[in-house]
Each structure stands twice: as structure tokens, then as C-alpha cells.
């Protein structure tokens, strides 16, 4: 299971995100406190997913519904459109396949929430630069070879996929030493330099109905 | 407390699944805790082959304590001071509802000539039951192993009558290994002499030997090997050395022995053919062209699937066959996998993993449902 502080600031970009009622799908849920808060906040009609055996008995625990499941293999089971946004945070970047988990998503939900960790972050930068080693930093704090993040990328790397797999951004928020900015409707180089964590609202291209 | 099975009697004829018609049908049924004036607070639990409807308090028949007496009672996760708990005996069975060993309308028991019944035939009766108790919806319905198949079946045939569905340690459907075993067990009473070609009623004996065989055979698929090691090892029963001879030199052997004596005194050897036989022909997606999906899709419920991790006998992976479909059909649908090396008997027993879930996904429920 992934970070599961309560007051994450992802999270608090995601509720904001979620209109009330709205149907959400969590992807890579862990223990469920994005799920609760979003009923709780949102009265939002939350579903998750998680891969961790632990991380869904305490959601099942909770009352929360959410199945064991792997993001690479088993959004393929939800049907289209039977959600008006899936989260996926803090998880692609431990994804096998991310361009196929954002394809499903897309397929799955009009709207899509993911955050993730964003390797073009200066202190990123410079930590490769001077050190030559793979940087180790709060936002990515497991050494390379017992971290579970098999594709990080930087905040333009993911706008490009994101574009690629039919979505169009609506906006992107930065996170830096964990607190949020005010939303950007465009990545830039700047937010790239700046942003240590990043959280895209993604929104199908053209929302051409379906 | 219950002196006597309670029984209802219903002349009405219960078609079954073969095109026979069953009639009258009596079915055996304790309750326990209040209906309240909704009527929306009523919880059925189905029991699996060789349980009973004394799910809670005493079992008055056996003396031995209720199946699941640490789940259903008074303050209890199914708390009865809240939910009013509806258990049956299943179609088939010999605890009071209408089974082989019940007398047909020629004043004689059934015996072989009792219809052969299907899952789908059992959830009937119990429909039967729930429609005179004046129930319309029910909050939720729960049971394990053979109870989770009529859990599933409940849901797939009457949809619009469940609010919350609680499979549990089940399959929807037998497997060649699980009609395997049964067959072993069936053959180990219709080969013993005393079964009489299923007449033993009228001849006045009892298969007891063949009866005892099939419940040790059947054991042995509701334990793991971690459970079975842990409990008896190679340990001898009562002696330093082996005894060069047939007797129980191990405890295991011992163990099965009693298991199965103590399983003749409290159950029909035909009620055994014939509920082994519906759990064999049950396979819920065959009646929506194969897609198990198809099954789920008019159940609006909740539901929640619980496996255990040692179990052989009904694997997580049948657990997941179920969910994934739930999860195609659109279903609000949690899955609980529970980490235990107790086997199949896991549900039955203390497991604070299972019973945490369980008592989130009622407190839920009953939230959803305005209870």
C-alpha cells in the first residue's frame, strides 16, 4: 500500500474535482481514504480497486466496495461508461502498461483524475545532475531498486500520453512540498521545473457524446 | 427456545426444475428477532449440505451448539435485537422440511421416489417461506458454501427481492473435481447393503456405515493440509507404535472415524444423494447462455464475495469467477479474500478478518438501505 495519510494534497484536488453524487471508480484505491472521503464529502457513489490483499479487506471493512484487481488487467471488466470519473492516483506510475490503463479509463469514465510524482521536478533534476545517482526525495522516497514504480515519467511526458489516449486536459495542478497552487489550464516548462507532484483532470477529447 | 421444529405446511404444488410437482410442501424454519413494521429488516440465511435451520441458540434436534451461534444472535455481527433472522431447512433435507425420508401422498417415505431438486428448487421453497411470512424484500441474504449458491441463485431469480448478497466460500458452479468427490460419497452409501436400493426406510435398517464413509471423504475437502498437519501430524491415536493392523493407529483416522458416526445420527443418508446431487447440477450461468454475467445484471443489491485462502474445496478462484462477472453486470460488488490456513471450514469458524467484513458490509447495507 501506498502513502495513507488522511491529508494527502492529491486528494484534496481530487474532492474538489468530483462533482456532489457523481459516480467514481478509484483505481489503486489502497486503504480507502480517498473513497471515504469522497462519500462523506462528495455523497459520491464510489467503487475501488486495489491490488493489495490488506488494502481491500480494510476497505471492505469500512463498508467501502471495492474488489481486488489489478490495474493492468482488470479495468477491462468494468463496463463503458459506467463511471462519471476514475481516479487513478499516486499509481501509474507503478502501472505495466500506462497507456493501456489510461485507454480503459478513458473507456470506462467521461472524466479521469490521475496524480503522480513528477520526475522533472528541480530537485529531481539537480539531484541526478550532482549526485549521479537516482534521486531518492519525499515525492519518490524507496531507492530504484526496491521502489514499485516501474514507468516515471515528467509532468509534459504524461500530458503527451494522456493526449495520446483520447483525453484532453482540462487542468493540472501543482504540487510542491505538499501544498497545491492554483490550477493551470496548460503544462508548461515552468510547472514542469516546479512541480514535485502533479495532479491532471483529464476529460475525454471533444466529449463527444457516446 | 424451541422444543420442536416449528413447520409450515403449504398445499400449494412447488413446480421443480425436472417438470415434477411437489406437494404439499413442508418446510422446517426458525426465526429469530422482530419483523418491524416495514418489513424491511428481515435477513435470510441459507445453510450449506449438511447444515440445518438452527443457525442460532441450541440446536434442539442434535444438542450441539447453533452453526454459526458466533454470528447470529443478540449483539451479535447479525444482530438479531436489530434484523429478524430467517433460517430453513433446505429442500432435500431431513430437519423438517419436505425431503426423501419425508412421507409421500401414499402414506410411505419417498425415498428414491422423491423428485431429484436443484438449487434452484431449494431458493423456490425458501421464496415460499418468505412469501408467507408476508416478507416482500429481503435486506440481505447470506450463506456459505452450498448457502452462497443459493445466495447467487436468489439474485439471478429474484433480483428485485434482495437488497444485499453475501456469497460466501462458494462457486457458481460445481466443478468435475466437486462432482467427483460427491460421487464418491454417493457411491459409499449405495453401496452399503443396509441402504436397500433407497428403501432402508421400509426395511428397517440404516446405511450407516456407507453414510459415514461419504461424510469422512467429504471431511477431508473441507480441511487444508497446513490445518490437517498442524491438528494430527503422523501423531498416533492412543498408542506408541503402529499396531501392524487396520485399526486406527493415527489420530487423523480416528478423527474421521468420529466425524463420521457422529454425522449418521443426524442425517439422512438420501437427503445426502439428493442435496449432493442439486449442488452437482448447479452452474448458474446456464441459464443466460453461458455468460455468468447475464445473471447479475437486474440485481441492484449490493453484494459482497468472501473466499478464504486454504480453501480447496470452493477456491478463491470460483470467488473470483463471481465477482469479475458481478463486476461486467454493473453490480456494486466488494471482494474479500481472507488469509487462513482453516480451509473450507473457515467460514464457519472464528475469523476476525471474515467477521470485520461482514459487519462493515451490513453496517453499509443497512445505511443504503435507510435501516
Known sequence: MKNAASTRADHEIIINAVPQGARVLDVGCSDGVLLHRLKQERNAIVRGMELSQAGVNACVAKGLSVVQGDADLDLALYPDDSFDIVVLSRTIQATRKPEMVLKQMHRIGAKAVVSLPNFGFWQVRLSLLFNGRMPVTQGLPDSWHETENLHLCTLLDFDDLAKQSGFELESVTRIAAGKASAPSIGTSSLLNWLSEEAVFVLKRAGMASR | MTSALQILRLDIGLPLDSGAVLSPLEIGYETWGELNAAKSNAVLICHALTGDQFVAGPNPVTGQPAWWANLVGP???????????????????????????????????????????????????????????????LFAVIGGSMGGMQVLEWIASRPERVGAAMPIASAARHSAQNIAFHEVGRQAVMADPDWQGGAYQAKGTRPVKGLSVARMAAHITYLSDAALHRKFGRRLQDRNEVAFGFDADFQIESYLRYQGSRFVDRFDANSYLYITRAMDYFDLAAGFNGRLSDAFTAFKGRACVVSFSSDWHYPPADSRHITRAMIGAGVEVSAFEVETDKGHDAFLLDEPQFHEAMAGFLAASAADQGL
Do not use: K
Open chain 2, 75 to 137: 449483539g451479535q455481527i447479525i444482530d438479531t435485537d436489530r434484523y429478524f433472522v430467517v433460517c430453513s431447512n433446505v429442500l432435500g433435507g431431513c430437519m423438517g422440511t419436505s425431503g426423501p425420508a419425508s412421507i409421500g401422498p401414499d402414506g410411505q417415505p419417498y425415498g428414491l421416489s422423491f423428485p431429484v431438486i436443484t438449487i434452484a428448487d431449494m431458493v423456490r421453497a425458501q421464496a415460499a417461506l418468505v412469501d408467507h411470512l408476508g416478507i416482500e424484500r
